[in-house]
């Protein structure tokens, strides 16, 4: 059990050094990470968000977002596995009976984890939900539907799938375990980048959930709400940590294994005022990211405080320029690491370019072109972002 912030951050640095040596590994050779992921649950990492009086650490925003960071500096694949355990113990936070809070977040501290079984191919928005729980009339839902990109659910002990109901086809979270008749996991995540968070696809074929296991996520819309914001931070976190991934990889590479160009002068790559001048410009943006993610987190604790219209909405912002900001910095740092290294950076051996791929890969998620719509709305004329789980 992990008691409070300054034990998570701590246990989140140390992970990070463990993990670090073999991600690049991992990542050719496509392994996945399940003895790491083990590993990770068992400091307890997994339940700090879990309410106190359940008896969880409750740790904030800040401290949540910085444990993603650190992780994601070392493997950004890894990190990327639990981020939809977090906001699904989040949903419970908000919309959850006490009878499902207790039961669930009591499976959190037990060590189990929560998967992912949210989009669906050829929808446009989660409103496009075509999963279905149907009333089966003894107190149950038979679920029935296909999930894709369902990312961390082949490790996980209960998968929450959002889908519709029959009765007034409002969309809720069904917390179905890994085990339950009808339901299949496909690991056929094939991305260039990312690629060992097993983001595959879900099968559900009328698969029976207690009505006692589902959630009216629906609620969570009808009012000033953190739930985007939430997860939108944990996934700023992951672009940080790789941006400062990948530096770091350009730092040691420079340090230990460039060639100075003939015409500086110089005895080594790393005494070229022009890559000195260089790694400045990237730390910049490194730092710059960094610090937005900070703001941003503490946006979101602030809200929690106090959540009203207003807060909510400040929250959002701040979230969505710290998502804009640090996918641009990850993306941009990734590729200097070979302008900076040289041509032997770019060796498939050395697997340098997993940084880029991950960074490319995660940013697509959703754009940030209309992140930077709304902050524009609200600075302008104050239009308040929507409410959805994206901002």
Known sequence: MIRDDAEALRTAAGLAEEFRPGASGRDARRELPRAELDRLTA?????????AEYGGADVPAATLAEVFRLLASADASLAQIPQSHFAYVNVL????SDEQRAFFFGEVLAGRRFGNAQS???????QD?????????????????????????LFADWIPVLARTGDDDLLHVAYVPADAPGLTVTDDWDGMGQRTTASGTVRLESVRVPEA???????????PQLHGAIAQLLHTAIDAGIAAGALAEAVDFVRTRSRPW????????????????????LDLRRRAADALLATAAHAVDAARADLDDDSAAEASV??????????????EIADALFEVSGTRAALDSLNLHRHWRDARTHTLHDPARWKIQHIGRYVLNGTRPPRHGLL
């Open 262 to 281: 003939f015409e500086s002068g110089y005895d080594t790559a790393a005494e070229d005022p022009l890559l000195i001048q260089r790694f400045g410009e």
């Open 318 to 331: 701040a979230v969505a320029a710290a998502k804009a900001y640090a996918g641009s910095a990850a993306l």
């Open 129 to 153: 939900i075509r999963t279905r729980l149907t009333a089966a009339g003894d107190g149950s839902y038979l679920l029935t539907g296909v999930k894709n990109y369902s990312t961390g659910a």
């Open 93 to 96: 936070r908000q919309q959850g």
């Open 213 to 223: 296991h589902v959630v009216p996520h629906h609620l969570t819309f009808t009012g």
């Open 43 to 51: 400091t307890g990492l997994l339940a700090i968000t879990v309410p």
């Open 120 to 126: 669906e191919a050829g929808t446009k928005h989660l």
